[in-house]
């Protein structure tokens, strides 16, 4: 089943899960982890390794304590406003563990889904249909939870499944603006840090129109369909389409949601190989950490 309580933690057990984390990204290897999804900020890491009890979300890493105190923050608000509007969201806490160099990152915990509960499985074992009930309740949840000033990461790889229940499990990015429509969340200079200068402007807008997407409801329900693209889903396309289209008034052009993912596709690598530039101009030119894995986007290769 889908677990209804928060993961059984501690900080030592964070301390020495961050130690083995931070010695993965220093190689570039995430062999000895159990990876169980790369985000474009976090990575989601099974915790033990060998027997996995919880699901460790590694975020930013700064050099004061209150900047991840206020990441970390930030996130548990957001979990709270959800939740507050009816969302069933997986138990959450979050935390922040030192670094081995006297930094600080920021931790989102939630108890270990198996497999066969996550929304990827279902879509990867089941075939296409508009009476499916994951598609069914993807799309109530959209029509229940997206407004523009609150709302979720609705790909369907972010949800855990049981038949019955839909849960929603990818928190990390808060997706909340203010009633005159600003990001409320602070994007940091130390994200920002994580790609060339010269790039960053081309990040941030592209991060910010996939963020204002998720305040519309169309512009939802189309991005959900794009990123069935990006995980080699596309059989689901025309029938989530289907099903999307009974709530929304114009229905969903399926080329243009093809034209986005080959944008989609050019634009994201790009980004990809700066950030691969700025992590070489880090570590071997300023002999400085790079703080996260950079991957591929589109098959979870860390690069």
Same mark, same amino acid.
């Given at each position: +089943?889908? @677990?209804?309580?928060?993961?059984n933690?501690?900080?030592?057990? #964070? ?30 890491v ?5 027997? @996995? ?5 590694? +975020? ?26 009816g ?47 994951? #598609? ?21 790889t ?7 229940? #839909?849960v ?30 010269? +790039? ?81 101009w ?22």
């Amino acid at each position: +089943m889908i @677990p209804t309580q928060p993961a059984n933690v501690d900080q030592t057990i #964070l301390e020495e899960a961050e130690f083995a984390i931070g010695a993965a990204i220093a190689k570039r290897n995430a062999d000895t982890l159990t990876v169980l999804g790369f985000g474009e900020i976090s990575v989601a890491v099974g915790w033990p390794t060998a027997a @996995p009890t919880m699901v460790l979300k590694r +975020m930013a890493v700064y050099a004061k304590r209150s900047d991840s105190e206020r990441d970390t923050a930030a996130i548990a608000e957001y979990i709270e406003l959800l939740i507050a509007a009816g969302a069933d969201v997986l138990p959450t806490t979050t935390h922040v563990v030192p670094t081995a160099d006297g930094r600080f990152a920021g931790y989102a915990v939630q108890p270990f889904v198996p497999k066969e509960f996550l929304a990827e499985t279902t879509i990867e074992q089941d075939q296409p249909r508009a009476d499916h009930p994951l #598609l069914l309740a993807v799309r109530d949840f959209a029509v229940r939870h997206v407004t523009p000033e609150l709302s979720a990461d609705m790909q369907l790889t972010n949800f855990a499944w049981d038949g019955d229940r #839909l849960v929603l499990i990818d928190i990390t990015t808060p997706i909340v603006f203010t009633p005159a429509g600003e990001f409320a969340f602070q994007i940091s200079p130390e994200l920002l840090a994580a790609i060339p200068r010269f +790039m960053r402007g081309t990040a941030l807008k592209e991060t910010m129109s996939v963020l204002d997407k998720y305040r519309s409801l169309p512009d939802t329900f189309q991005l959900v369909l794009v990123l069935l693209h990006r995980i080699g889903q596309d059989r689901w396309v025309p029938t989530a389409a289907t099903v999307f289209n009974e709530s929304i008034d114009t229905p969903l052009d399926l080329d243009a949601v093809a034209k986005e993912y080959a944008r989609f596709k050019k634009v994201i690598p790009i980004i990809k190989r700066s950030a691969m530039l700025q992590r070489w101009w880090i570590t071997k030119v300023r002999k400085g950490p790079y703080d996260g894995f950079i991957t591929d986007s589109f098959t979870g290769a860390v690069l």
